[in-house]
């Protein structure tokens, strides 16, 4: 009877042990043990059991220890093998268990060994330590020494507890984190934390990238990328199951070198429509966009969001000819900023990073108020509405069959983006006059001279071109 | 006769700098130009190029056994001024795989999650490795 009650209470135990095996002390820190000054060794002369043992760096003036993650109740008898690598200096070398409680942050040493002398420095020890604390702990297994080259070895450590350290969350205790708004997401980790439909900020750009366009096309203009300049910033905001929720787009526009009435857009490359539940923060002045009930472009096949429909009306320029902010010695206007809020359905699948990202996003202009006129990055898809009949005429050598859009027959192209902010060209002086690493950029098919647009050290612009 | 024969002439020099001239234009080639161009109408960029400063990379990052299973943590990747490219929930356990757009110059990527912190380099547009942290040497 006694041992069907001794077996059941086996059963019933529960208990956090580590035996080095796993030959990986990455693994088992990342499980929330650490090994300050503590390796692993698989040398025979040094292994106490199995095919992995622990052992400390040198004896020599420091601590060296195995700490276990936090504990719950660790209640029983700890187990575990010690012994030393050699039996130099053994009688300097102690070895010690000790607890802390997480709660009053008091030490309590359990055992301390200081029996090794050099004829049994060698020789393992079964220890077996009694403990019976409620609450949170660690326990370290540690040895000092003072001086000599003998080391620690420590194997098969079984402690009679509950696993209670959270190896996802920084191995902080279990349960111990606020989440106040309940959504899995502790507080310290959370964007959002008063908000169980949102978590993370999840910037498109780290920093605001610039996008400079040249607006005569199908026709060639004159290389000076000002005719429309814009940058932009988009944060894709998570919730807990990694689904876009929301999104917020700030666009600023800076600069327009041109007379045209030009209109900005985006479409995100095969994502329906129907997955955006609204948006809000558009300037809408003109009856360029036809606009579905959540915001959206109607007829079109992939999801579009137009930001503004006409340039000089958004900021503000009431003057005749052209030329807003790209003549240092005209007048210049502030900048504009619009910042549109998109709300994403997160229902099933939802919608991923992947699916708003980078790589899908495809900004773009409609040139004045001609909607099908409309012109992307090169090699960027057009939208449903664009008229493919100019593709192919003037100076355009689109190919769409092959999947070649908005290209010269030098492979030029009408928009350059950045990945960050860039000041943009004074009227009439081509990017290639004021960032004068562009070329050498191009011609090294872009292997050279990656930073052409970001480095102002000597020779990478000529300021002079430059707004 | 005479008339015929320096119409003749004429003929093969005016055919022998035409097909000069031909020769001439088919060596010169989008890619090759052995002269820097100065500005944009001398330039002729490679038909591949697409002018992007951004690139798409992948990052792969091998999960590991667990001794709470159940458990999901935040894990942030950012670059080398550390900021933030991506934030989200996974569990340790599962590989993280996930796309982003990062520009071209960007050598390598920061990850954090749980005890891990550490940098990773971008190989060819792919970040490999494991969600593990790296402990120090002990000598």
């Not at chain 1, 000054?37 to 420091?62: D, P, R």
């Not at chain 1, 509950?162 to 989440?179: E, K, L």
């Not at chain 1, 069959?401 to 002086?429: C, D, F, L, R």
Request: hydrophobic share 35%.
């Amino acid at each position: 009877m006694a041992m069907v009650i001794g077996l059941v209470a086996d059963l019933n135990a529960q208990t956090v042990s580590l035996n080095m095996e796993s030959g990986n002390r990455s693994i088992d820190a990342a499980n929330c043990w650490s090994f300050p000054s503590v390796s692993y060794t698989n040398t025979s002369s040094s292994v106490i059991s199995g095919s992995y043992t622990a052992q400390t760096g040198q004896l020599s003036g420091s601590t060296h220890s195995v700490i276990s993650p936090w504990l719950l109740n660790p209640s029983g008898t700890i187990t575990f093998k010690h012994r030393l690598s050699t039996n130099n200096s053994a009688t300097d070398r102690k070895m010690r268990v000790i607890s802390y409680d997480y709660n009053t942050m008091q030490y309590d040493t359990l055992y301390t060994y200081a029996n090794y002398t050099s004829a049994n420095a060698t020789t393992a020890v079964s220890a077996s330590v009694s403990i019976n604390k409620s609450g949170v702990f660690k326990l370290f297994f540690s040895f000092t020494g003072t001086s000599g080259n003998s080391r620690g070895l420590i194997d098969d450590i079984i402690i009679p507890a509950t696993y209670n350290s959270s190896p996802a969350n920084g191995c902080i205790p279990a349960n111990t984190a606020t989440d106040t708004d309940g959504d899995g997401v502790i507080d310290s980790q959370d964007d959002y934390p008063n908000d169980a439909t949102l978590a993370f900020n999840n910037y498109m750009n780290a920093n605001y990238s610039s996008l400079m366009f040249e607006d005569l096309w199908p026709g060639k203009g004159d290389y000076d990328f000002n005719d429309l300049v814009v940058n932009y910033r988009v944060n894709r905001i998570t919730n807990a199951s990694n689904k876009i929720a929301k999104a917020q787009m700030v666009v600023v526009l800076r600069a327009i070198g041109a007379s045209y009435k030009n209109g900005f857009a985006f479409q995100i490359n095969n994502l329906s429509p129907s997955k955006i539940i609204s948006i809000s923060g558009q300037k809408l002045n003109e009856s360029l966009y036809t606009l579905s009930s959540n915001g959206t472009e109607a007829s079109q096949t992939y999801a579009v969001i137009p930001v503004f429909d006409n340039a000089l009306k958004t900021i503000g320029y009431t003057g005749g000819g052209s030329g807003v902010n790209v003549e240092t010695n005209g007048g210049s206007i502030a900048y504009d900023s619009t910042t549109l809020t998109i709300n994403f359905d997160v229902s099933g699948t939802g919608v991923s990073l992947s699916a708003f990202g980078g790589s899908t996003f495809n900004p773009f202009i409609v040139i004045n108020q001609t909607r099908g006129r409309e012109l992307h990055k090169a090699n960027d898809i057009p939208t449903s509405l664009v008229n493919n009949a100019l593709f192919g005429t003037v100076q355009d050598r689109s190919n769409p069959s092959q999947g070649v859009y908005y290209k010269t027959a030098n492979n030029h192209p009408w928009v350059i983006e950045t990945s960050s902010s860039i000041a943009y060209m004074k009227e009439k002086n081509q990017l290639t006059a004021g960032y004068l690493k562009l070329i050498d950029w191009v011609i090294s098919g872009g292997t050279s001279y990656t930073d052409w647009y970001s480095n102002t050290s000597s020779g990478y612009r000529d300021a002079s071109k430059i707004y | 006769m005479k008339a015929t024969s320096t119409s003749f002439l004429a003929f093969v020099f005016i055919l022998g700098i035409s097909l000069s001239s031909c020769k001439r234009d088919v060596e010169v080639t989008p890619n090759t130009q052995s002269v820097r161009p100065a500005n944009f109408e001398e330039l002729d960029a490679p038909s591949s190029f697409d002018w992007e400063t951004n690139k798409s990379i992948l990052i792969s990052l091998t999960g590991y056994a667990t001794s709470a299973p159940n458990e999901q943590g935040v894990i942030t990747i950012m670059d080398e001024n550390e900021n933030v490219l991506y934030r989200g929930f996974h569990s340790p356990q599962l590989t993280f795989e996930q796309e982003l757009l990062v520009p071209q110059a960007l050598k390598t990527v920061r990850v954090k999650f749980g005890v891990t912190d550490k940098l990773i380099q971008i190989n060819t547009n792919t970040v490999s490795g494991t969600l593990l942290p790296v402990l120090p040497d002990v000598n």
